[in-house]
């Protein structure tokens, strides 16, 4: 069924955006950078012999101010990431903020704060912004828009279309954090163990990443949707299957407590500081003891492969032995957790 | 009085945004390029001698159909103008749309058809997008950021430290066309002639410009604030003085009318087609003629000089022979006019 009006699902990072995405965007903005569908484009500028990242993100997180991070981390995090994701070196990003009339400035203070700590973090640089104010209940306090800039290193080529049948698949550490944590600050959900959001900057993982193993085929980090949205968009792009082990990606305690209790999938919800690998089986050794070595990966682990059986589509062998499909998410899933 | 919360007037590109930027924003984000404070910020390629110029705009104009334009080829022109005054040739945009639950996709289409067009038109290419939906009544239909990249030509330094007491100052055609139009179609005001938005891509007239007069010094497309926030900026900006003949300011007579009718200034009326030009005086008949040649340029005049008297300051001759003082609009003017 042709939907009439956008509804919250459009936003979610499941099938609903998917299909918004490529039959209502791509299509009259057709160009060959949009078409690589990946979490930044690659452009080569002519005559330089350079090749560039470009890459945005609107973050509407609600609320502002969650456990571990706040809309301003967040939002530099975000792009730091999708442009590490290409293999880039992230250098400079632009800030565009659309505040609601009624904010009060303080707010608006500490998370500019948070932006320029996240930067000086990442090593990167704010270069550009704008601001704009809409009239209260026409907003929610703070939208932030960034878009980040990056220099692709000579010989490093990372997207979907490098992945080959045998990749061997790595996630850095445990999945749903990000997205229990913000749930929990926005319903009051209280857990033993204080929960927080893995937001971090991914760009220095995929450094130490890129040394040890240059021949990397893909990365992504599993956001909005997580784990399930990022390894089914993977797998449609490259045309490959993919096959992960269940119990081998690493859930908290309290993720899968609160999973288990409303319901969700923890393969669904959103990381901020995590990314899968896509490695030649070669330097699939090299490549999880660099993540290991690194502060954000210490927890890494080999969780599947790519292969040439079922194209396109994501299967889990199951804690019980057997194998389900794991589909792309549909319906609304957590809203606004980015 | 320090305020404690975001009033309409801290978006409406006057005093109040201005003060916001200087004290909130670039202090805890402090670098050279923010400094520059231009429409874009110029960036060299380490190791590339290549510049680049990077400019960031959100649009929340309403309402998102107008006489002479939309939200979406607003967003393109708005952008691409902004790399233009730098003197770059716009290459890449971003796209990154922020969705209220319950828009209808027709109306998205049409937004998204037009950016295409308007791409199209300017020669540029949208080359990654982000989308987010936001529940009703935290939104306002469509807001777009766009992000956009540019080179540099070798040899072309355009900005506000360049200008030189003495410089010519040019318009490139009539001011306030873009706020009278949006204005009268949120407020139902009907024109005996039909006013239309001057929104329009700048990046050919500033070409056939720079061909002409290669040492223009600085260029400004006067958006949000009118002719008078652009000339303050400037005259602050390189602490010079500026004066203009007020009757040489092209104002359609619609425009004028509704000026009068409803208290507005015309120079702090927002346009989204025009430039100012900084020229030095051995060029300034050459960039007339080059702006003139040009469809967008047509009705361009010399308005004025920079001079080292009164630094900082903008003075107008009157049609009736005196000076006044055209300040830096403050409060409220027209909100979300882009």
């Known amino acids: 069924m042709k939907e009439n009006y956008i509804r919250m699902a459009h936003g979610a990072g499941g099938r609903m955006m998917n299909e918004l995405i490529r039959t ?22 002519a005559d330089l012999g350079a090749h560039i990242a470009i890459s945005t993100d609107s973050f509407v997180i609600r609320p502002l ?22 293999g880039a070196r992230p250098l400079w990003l632009t800030a565009s903020f659309i505040l609601e009339e009624g904010l009060d400035i303080e707010t608006l203070e ?62 850095s550490g445990s999945v749903g954090d990000h997205g229990i944590a913000v749930l929990s600050q926005r319903e009051g959900l209280a857990f033993e163990t204080e929960l927080l959001s893995d937001s971090a900057p991914l760009n220095g993982l995929v450094e130490a990443l890129l040394a040890a193993a240059p021949h990397t085929h893909c990365l992504r980090d599993p956001t909005r949707g997580g784990l399930a949205a990022a390894l089914n968009e993977l ?34 919800v959103a990381n901020e500081g995590k990314l899968v ?43 019980i032995g057997g194998r389900r499909v794991v589909d792309m998410p549909t319906g609304e899933l957590l809203p606004r957790i980015c």
Do not use: W
């Not at 101010?65 to 290409?86: E, K, Q, R, W, Y």
């Not at 270069?127 to 809409?134: L, R, S, Y």
């Open 65 to 86: 101010f969650f456990p571990g991070g706040n809309i301003g981390s967040l939002a530099v995090h975000g792009t730091v990431n999708d442009l590490a994701m290409s």
């Open 110 to 171: 500490r998370v500019v704060r948070a932006m320029a700590e996240a930067a000086h973090e990442a090593g990167v640089q704010i270069v550009a912004g704008d601001t704009k104010v809409v009239e209260r209940g026409h907003g929610d306090g703070i939208y932030i828009n960034t878009t980040g800039f990056g220099v692709v290193p000579d010989g490093i080529v990372i997207g979907p279309e490098r992945i080959r049948p045998g990749d061997i698949v790595l996630l």
């Open 277 to 319: 690998a896509f490695v030649p089986p070669e330097e699939a050794d090299e490549a999880l003891a660099a993540l290991r070595s690194h502060p954000l990966g210490q927890e890494a682990v080999r969780i599947g492969f790519a292969t040439e059986e079922h194209p396109g589509l994501v299967l889990a062998r199951t804690h």
């Open 235 to 268: 797998a449609g792009a490259a045309c490959v299957g993919i096959e992960i082990e269940e119990a081998a990606v690493p859930v908290r305690p309290a993720v899968a407590a609160a999973c288990e209790m409303l319901g969700f999938d923890p393969l669904t």
């Open 24 to 45: 209502l965007f791509v299509p009259p903005l057709d160009n060959e950078y949009l078409r690589q569908m990946a979490d930044a484009a690659r452009i080569q500028i």
